[in-house]
């Protein structure tokens, strides 16, 4: 069992299910060559057995020879919510991270070709990368924080959150309508444009203003 890390906080919480939101910023959609919804976005999930930390290392999949990052806000959800409204989304949001949702992209393009589900794509061991949890006690999201990440020191993605199409409470309330939220439920709300190829031996650091920055590296 995988629990999360907090920042100034020392409740222990185990990880529950991840829902990631694909296509959440135009830019990425757009360099992907996939059209921009115009409706909600992609949904999917990851298994909690994906999980590791900052400082831990991303085990490249053999099987694959393009994998990918993509840096996201996460948010921490701290009380069940189903059918929320829009207070009530917001409320369900007791924290924020970052997370690396890392992405076989060649296996990702083979299950689209074939109408397939991205799952083996997405779902592998070390595929979530989260950092501490800052809890909204301590910070209020502004909704216009930088979001970065570097590969060996290069910027690679360098965007601001305020680009997501759905905001945050947004896309707590679109998913409780679809399926129940239950606390330590993690939600990865979509990467901007500029993801990547990265090697075993490349070094990533990722950051959002004010909430944190992961540092992680790719090995074999």
């Known amino acids: 069992m995988k629990y999360l890390k907090f920042k100034n906080h020392s409740e222990q919480v185990s990880?529950?299910?991840i829902v990631c939101v694909g296509r959440n910023y135009a830019a990425h959609a757009k360099e992907l060559g996939n059209e921009i919804p115009d409706e909600f976005p992609i949904i999917f999930l990851k298994p909690a057995s994906n999980v590791i930390f900052s400082g831990d290392n991303i085990i490249h999949p053999s099987y694959s020879e393009n994998l990918q990052h993509e840096v996201e806000l996460?948010?921490?959800i701290g009380e069940d919510i189903k059918n929320g409204t829009d207070e009530q989304a917001e409320k369900a949001i007791y924290g924020y991270t970052v997370g690396l949702d890392?992405?076989?992209r060649d296996l990702q393009?083979?299950?689209k070709e074939k109408g397939e589900p991205w799952t083996l794509a997405k779902c592998f061991d070390t595929a979530a990368v989260l950092g501490d949890v800052v809890l909204k006690k301590d910070?209020?999201?502004r909704g216009n924080e930088k979001i970065l990440l570097s590969v060996n020191g290069t910027t690679k993605q360098n965007s601001s959150i305020s680009n997501m199409i759905f905001n945050a409470?947004?896309?707590v309330k679109h998913i409780s309508a679809r399926m129940t939220l239950e606390k330590g439920d993690l939600v990865f709300t979509g990467t901007?444009?500029?993801v990547?190829?990265?090697i075993p031996g490349d070094k990533i650091e990722a950051s959002i203003e004010n909430i944190g920055t992961i540092k992680t590296q790719i090995s074999k």
């Open 15 to 17: 990880v529950g299910k």
């Open 74 to 76: 996460v948010l921490y």
């Open 102 to 104: 890392m992405t076989l």
């Open 109 to 111: 393009f083979k299950f």
């Open 139 to 141: 910070y209020m999201l």
């Open 169 to 171: 409470a947004q896309c």
């Open 192 to 194: 901007p444009e500029g």
């Open 196 to 198: 990547s190829r990265v």
